[in-house]
């Protein structure tokens, strides 16, 4: 069974930073799509940040440019993505999402995580004012 499961997520003040990672256990990272997603309350789901394995790209909303990064331990099969300067419109329910067998960031464009996989539950991040 495939599980990813995130964590790191709280409240933090704009400003300040966190780190959110996602475990896998049932499915290996490499060669694979990976990708943060966030969801704000009334708002639709989109892309964050997405990794591909097989060819190294990586894909950042505009909106998190220079902000966030995302990164991988190969060893541990965990996603981070370190948050800077967290502004509160980032303020969202955070998940991390794989597709196997996949290369390229395309499921990070608007309307297009539907093709991902495997999700996390997701974790909360709010950023005060």
């Known amino acids: 069974e495939v599980q990813l499961v995130e964590s790191g997520g709280g409240l933090v003040q704009a400003g300040g930073s966190l780190r959110l990672s996602c475990a896998a256990s049932?499915?290996?990272?490499?060669?694979?799509?990976i990708g943060w997603f966030r969801q704000a309350p009334g708002k639709e789901r989109e892309g964050v940040s997405c990794?591909?394995?097989?060819?190294?790209?990586?894909y950042y909303a505009d909106s998190v440019k220079g902000r966030f990064t995302v990164s991988r331990d190969n060893a541990k099969n965990t996603v981070y993505l370190q948050m800077n300067s967290l502004k509160p419109e980032d303020t969202a329910v955070y998940y991390c999402?794989?597709?196997?067998?996949?290369?390229?960031?395309?499921?990070?464009?608007?309307?297009?995580?539907?093709?991902?996989?495997?999700w996390g539950k997701g974790t909360l991040v709010t950023v005060s004012s």
């Open positions: 999402a794989a597709r196997g067998g996949y290369s390229g960031t395309y499921y990070c464009l608007p309307q297009r995580h539907y093709g991902m996989d495997y």
């Open positions: 990794m591909s394995t097989r060819d190294g790209s990586i």
């Open positions: 049932g499915f290996s990272f490499d060669d694979s799509a």
